[in-house]
């Protein structure tokens, strides 16, 4: 894959860097592979390897969008560069996804599994796994590459999808909890109002009862001086010789008058 003759933007030439340093990986890590001689540590390098191959493969779909976001931008060789250069990246990966299943029949795994490209994709059918990868002309291996990328694509809208409704009753959620929390604001102002109310009520009516129990006391008062005054005048009248009981002021005692008159006029008559 040569890379001096590719024009490439900045972020293209570091997916392009990322994927060189994958494979470069892979082919360390298979030279290793065959230096191993035990069958657990065989399997455990071939795991590792697979995890490398699962981050090439979403590497080389990045590099494929990034290629389509900027086609309108590159002129046409440039673009006919990068998806040349796009396809010898899927066919050297291909080549390590053949050479993975070799060593998984030698540690007998009987079952043959095309290199599964990530979340979402589908498990390779019967006939899929019939057909060995190494048996596979270079346009089958583009293009079983690009279906699957195809497909991964697929899965990635449905996941945007589904994002984006999540996100929609996550917002009308909020809308419905500002509105209830604006109408819990409004009901409490309300009880604090009542409250309020309530208390100056309560004060006004105590008032009022001191009021009236002031003005009972006063009644009650007044209604025992004319008592009084009543018993003087009576006893007065009825008892005119007692000294005991001082004269009333403005009510003089009756004059025994009468009686003077009535003496004198016998005395005239004797």
């Known amino acids: 894959m040569a890379t001096t003759e590719l024009q490439m933007s900045p972020q293209l030439e570091q997916i392009h860097g990322e994927i060189r340093d994958n494979v470069r990986a892979l082919a360390n890590g298979f030279q290793r592979l065959d230096k191993i001689k035990d069958s657990n540590r065989q399997s455990k390098q071939l795991e590792e390897l697979t995890a490398k191959m699962r981050e090439c493969k979403r590497l080389i779909k990045e590099f494929d969008r990034e290629i389509k976001d900027e086609e309108s931008r590159n002129p046409p060789e440039v673009n006919k ?43 390779p059918t019967a006939d899929e796994n019939v057909k060995v990868a190494s048996s596979m002309s270079n346009q089958e291996l583009v293009d079983h590459g690009m279906k699957t990328m195809d497909e991964t694509d697929q899965a990635i809208e449905r996941s945007k999808k589904v994002v984006e409704q999540t996100i929609e009753v996550g917002t009308q959620t909020a809308v419905t909890l500002k509105g209830q929390s604006e109408q819990m604001g409004r009901i409490v102002n309300e009880l604090d109002t009542i409250q309020f109310s309530i208390k100056k009520a309560s004060q006004l009516v105590k008032e009022i009862g001191r009021q009236v129990a002031t003005d009972k006391c006063i009644m009650l008062f007044l209604f025992l001086i004319v008592c009084g ?42």
């Open 81 to 123: 560069q990068l998806n040349d250069e796009k396809q010898s990246m899927i066919k050297e990966l291909n080549s390590y996804v053949a050479l993975r299943k070799t060593y998984m029949n030698t540690l007998g795994n009987k079952k043959i599994e095309l290199f599964d490209m990530g979340a979402g994709v589908s498990e």
């Open 229 to 270: 005054v009543i018993a003087i005048i009576v006893v007065k009248i009825v008892n005119p010789s007692n000294k005991d009981i001082r004269d009333i002021p403005g009510l003089a005692p009756p004059a025994p008058s009468r009686r003077l008159l009535y003496l004198r006029e016998s005395q005239y008559l004797e």
